[in-house]
């Protein structure tokens, strides 16, 4: 325990400094501040969100160090339109034990072998066509494109997935993925036919940086480029405050995508890979390939206009939508109902850190064994299995996994004294 609180602490000291280091520059004027995407600007800030944690940072009842609290501020590059934060924090101390994965989720694993397959069939790839995964996990995502007949290789900074990518029959890279992390992938992957990164690309802090590395690995007249992101389009509909965290560095729309993609030399094939019920919930899902590359456009991307986010008046919905949800629970704990949450992720852990009634919240149930018995950092909500609601039932459940809403409704309903009333987060936020 010592150990680890002792590299907890050194990473926070790190993350503060950076921080002030991040305030200064900003007070000093957003001018001063390039964007990290086309190096132009000014920048400007459409999103505040104070003292807010790190997605994974759950710890057992009683961790000595107090979780990472800073505010997330969002900004627009006047320039190229991509949202993003500013400055770099050293994420690798924490990325070491990041434990997320999807696997318990039936819906998940057949987005999985969908996207392999319809990869491999829409493309006309043959036999022992090569795929790196940036952001790999567990290997679950590789083995489907390895049933589907492709060599694969995963490249993943966290060491516990990296253990289960191997026991999966999954070759890895233990790194968080940097420009020169390519020249130490094997040779028969240095000339890739696939290169995939799902709900990764937006973790990187240099986007232009990794889009050069991809451009350099992938095969120059075969090469794919699979991106899945969060649609801030969406986001901003939706008023899904909790996509914005300390993890993301970016923020994009497919017209804003598009554009970095052709400063970089890749060309946007397909935002319609898979259909929408396909897809996990928020999910922008592209495929693109080098200019010179023989693929062609299939003509299905969206319009322009879906970039035009209405900047000044989000903090304002933000703020509508925050109170919206504690103004529910409140009410339903004023008469007398009980009410848990469904989902220890990120969305379940933002969620709660910016409510004020997140007290007030019995529990969050979540299926991957991993988060039980774990706190949720900041609104210190403990995370249970899902046998609680027959152990300790509530009135009232808020779904804030809500990409599988329909899974989860159904495991619920099967436990004992399920909850009467089984609501979306997204239906509270509006």
């Known amino acids: 325990m010592s150990k680890e609180r002792d590299a907890q602490d050194g990473l926070h000291s790190s993350l503060e400094r950076e921080e002030m280091k991040q305030k200064e520059q900003m007070e000093a004027g957003a001018e001063a501040v390039r964007c990290r995407v086309c190096g132009g600007g000014p920048l400007h800030r459409w999103v505040h969100l104070p003292n807010m944690p790190l997605t994974e940072e759950l710890h057992p009842p009683g961790y000595p160090s107090a979780p990472f609290l800073a505010d997330i501020d969002v900004y627009a590059c006047e320039a190229c339109g991509v949202s993003q934060t500013v400055g770099e924090r050293d994420l690798s101390p924490y990325y070491v034990d990041y434990g997320y994965t999807v696997g318990q989720s039936a819906f998940a694993s057949q987005f999985m072998e969908r996207l392999a397959v319809t990869v491999r069939d829409r493309y006309g790839l043959q036999p022992g066509f090569t795929v790196i995964e ?3 996990g567990d290997g679950a995502q590789l083995k489907c494109f390895e049933r589907a007949g492709a060599r694969v290789y995963g490249v993943e900074p966290s060491a516990s997935l990296c253990q289960a990518s191997r026991e999966r029959g999954v070759p890895v890279l233990e790194a968080l993925f940097e420009p020169a992390t390519a020249a130490l ?3 028969p992957f240095r000339c890739a036919d696939v290169l995939l990164l799902t709900y990764t690309f ?6 232009t940086g990794m889009l050069e590395a991809a451009r350099q690995t992938l095969h120059p007249g075969r090469g794919l480029l699979v991106l899945e992101v969060h649609d801030l389009y969406q986001i901003v509909q939706r008023r899904e405050y909790c996509l914005f965290e300390h993890e993301h560095y970016t923020y994009w729309t497919e017209a804003s995508l598009r554009r970095a993609l052709a400063r970089s030399g890749f060309r946007l094939l397909t935002s319609e890979l898979l259909t ?4 996990r919930g928020n999910s922008l899902l592209i495929v693109a390939a080098p200019m010179d590359a023989a693929h062609a456009p299939d003509g299905h991307t969206g319009a322009d206009d879906r970039d035009a986010i209405g900047y000044v008046g989000f ?4 703020d509508t939508g925050i109170a919206a949800l504690d103004a529910f629970v409140a009410a339903e704990s004023a008469a007398g109902r009980r009410v848990a949450g469904y989902g220890g992720g990120g969305r379940g ?5 910016a409510m004020s009634t997140a007290g007030q919240i019995a529990y969050v149930c979540d299926a991957n064994p991993a988060l039980h018995g774990r706190i949720a950092p900041k609104s210190q909500v403990p995370i249970t299995g899902i046998t609680r609601l027959a152990e300790d039932p509530v009135d009232t459940l808020i779904v804030f996994s809500y990409g599988y809403m329909a899974e989860i409704r159904e495991a619920v309903m099967k436990q004992p004294h399920a909850p009467k009333r089984i609501v979306s987060m997204l239906d509270l936020l509006k």
Do not use: C, N
Request: hydrophobic share 40%; proline share 12%.
């Open 185 to 187: 992938l094997p040779e």
């Open 202 to 207: 937006d973790h990187l802090p240099d986007p």
């Open 276 to 279: 929408e019920a396909e897809r």
């Open 349 to 353: 852990v933002m969620t709660l850190a």
């Open 134 to 136: 940036i952001g790999s």
């Open 315 to 318: 903090q304002a919905e933000l």
